[in-house]
């Protein structure tokens, strides 16, 4: 049967085409647990308020329970059942159900205002679930980082072999970075947390509704203060769809840095076979294809941000249907993302880091040449003249194939007689490492306390954000 929620202006029937071109059905069913609790503490409050008698939205609320069971228990037929949207077919659904009482639902209610909520209840659901995710994946950083405490490997610029870091820092610049968006969804679940319900078609509604009670009911923080504003604005799912950008952005430079670690040439981690892919011609290979995958995702999810961005540009106020091309680009978002995440913590968790290997590349590159300029300038050359004499020598050594390390007091000096014995000590890895001693520095101890804070700040995040951590403390 036909769920249309129009008709009585009309002389002649919707051409049959108009009916698939425009139902959202096909993708906003899948916020039928919204809808029907939206409806619920909709009707509870017409009840409370005395617009309905309390009998009537008694048998309002248990007829939608009903469904609600129904539909979570497979129990629904929906097949071949024809309805412009959601909130039309859980309408339908309630009149076959209760009768005639059942049309009484959407009294002070417009589908406007339905939407919007049922929106915003879902994606505070799935922000909760993203969140979840993200602390699993900073656990495992910490993790890793204290795992490899000791492990050193060239820290690049350009790609190009720059200064020692240790593995745990480049961990915890990944764990920062998801810290961050960690702390964006908590500002976007905030503004989410308002209840749109009330606003009606655009301008509020006719009957002394209670709007508090069913923001409390749902579990809202506030209620939207203007009708119109809160009919038109889907400036939360926009930063949602901007904070998933970033995340996808941060998987996708790590898995960048996973496809290049993992080649021969750099050969710092290696996939574990359950995370990796083969050749269906090359019988040696071993791919990352994983990584890769994430890293392309990165684009869909950007495509999705500014698809929802230009809807929105240049939309009049209030509704305009428009706004139903919100639905997919955030659906696809919220599945790409849990996706990425759900693989992405695994294969983080099971990686092989070579350290050896990550050793050896330490002894390429001089890495330690900003060590011998530091040398210089704290012994009084000026800064700029040290780079010059350290980059000559660096030219020298790469001609006659020798590093740092290689040179004797003797040839120190025979470049500037600032050098003295102690430099033979200055060039050691270990000295260069343990020379960033400050804070946000590489230095062994305080990457140490940096590892200490890191766990103390994910806590005091998970603790301030109630809304995206329920269950609350770790
Ligand atoms: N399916 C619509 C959407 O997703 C629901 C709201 C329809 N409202 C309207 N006035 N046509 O936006």
């Known amino acids: 049967m036909s769920a249309k929620l129009w008709g009585g202006r009309f002389a002649r029937e919707m051409a049959p085409e108009l009916l698939g071109f425009h139902s959202s059905l096909p993708f906003d069913r899948r916020l039928y647990r919204e809808d029907i609790e939206g409806s619920i503490a909709h009707a509870r409050m017409l009840g409370r308020c005395g617009i309905l008698t309390a009998e009537e939205a008694r048998r309002l609320e248990e007829g939608l329970r009903q469904i609600l069971e129904d539909w979570e ?20 659904l309630l009149v076959e159900r209760v009768g005639e009482v059942g049309k009484k639902l959407h009294t002070a209610r417009s589908r406007n205002d339905q939407v919007a909520l049922d929106l915003r209840l879902y994606l505070k659901r799935a922000l909760a679930g993203i969140a979840g995710q993200l602390r699993e994946l900073e656990e495992v950083l910490l993790r890793l980082a204290e795992e490899h405490r000791e492990v050193v490997l060239p820290g ?21 970075m998801f810290l961050r968006d960690l702390d964006r969804l908590g500002d976007c679940y905030r503004r989410a947390d308002v209840s749109p319900l009330g606003a009606g078609a655009l301008a509020g509604v006719t009957f002394p509704i209670d709007r508090e009670m069913t923001a409390r009911e749902l579990g809202f923080a506030a209620v939207a203060a203007n009708s119109m504003d809160a009919v038109s604005d889907r400036d939360f799912a926009v930063e949602f769809l901007a904070a998933a950008a970033l995340i996808m952005a941060h998987l996708s430079r790590f898995c960048e840095e996973l496809v290049l670690w993992s080649a021969a040439e750099f050969g710092f981690v290696e996939l574990d076979d359950a995370y990796a892919t083969g050749s269906s011609i090359m019988p040696q290979k071993k791919n990352p294809d994983v990584p890769e995958l994430i890293r392309g995702k990165a684009g869909r999810v950007y495509g999705h941000l500014m698809a929802l961005l230009t809807v929105l540009k240049g939309l009049p106020l209030t509704y305009n249907k428009d706004l139903q091309e919100d639905k997919e680009a955030l659906f696809d978002t919220v599945d790409t993302l849990r996706g990425c995440l759900g693989i992405f913590i695994p294969l983080l968790a099971t990686l092989r880091f070579n350290a050896a290997a990550m050793r050896a590349a330490t002894a390429r590159g001089f890495l330690n040449a900003t060590d011998v300029a530091d040398y210089l300038a704290r012994r009084g050359m000026p800064f700029r003249e040290a780079h010059a004499l350290v980059g000559r ?28 014995e102690d430099i033979l ?23 140490a306390e940096a590892l200490a804070q890191a766990r103390r700040r994910l806590a005091e995040l998970v603790a301030a954000r109630p809304g995206l951590f329920p269950a609350g403390k770790s």
């Open 73 to 92: 228990g497979g129990r629904l037929d929906l097949a071949g059942r024809e309805a412009e949207d959601i909130h039309s077919l859980v309408e339908s």
């Open 156 to 176: 690049y610029t350009h790609l190009q072999p720059a200064q020692p870091v240790l593995l745990a820092h480049h961990l915890l610049a990944y764990f920062e």
């Open 393 to 420: 020598l660096v030219r020298s050594c790469l001609e006659a194939g020798r590093t740092l390390e290689d040179l004797t007091l003797e040839e120190w000096r025979a470049y500037s007689p600032l050098f003295a």
């Open 425 to 447: 000590e200055a060039v050691k890895l270990e000295r260069c490492l343990a020379a960033r001693d400050v804070p946000g520095g590489t230095a062994p101890q305080r990457v």
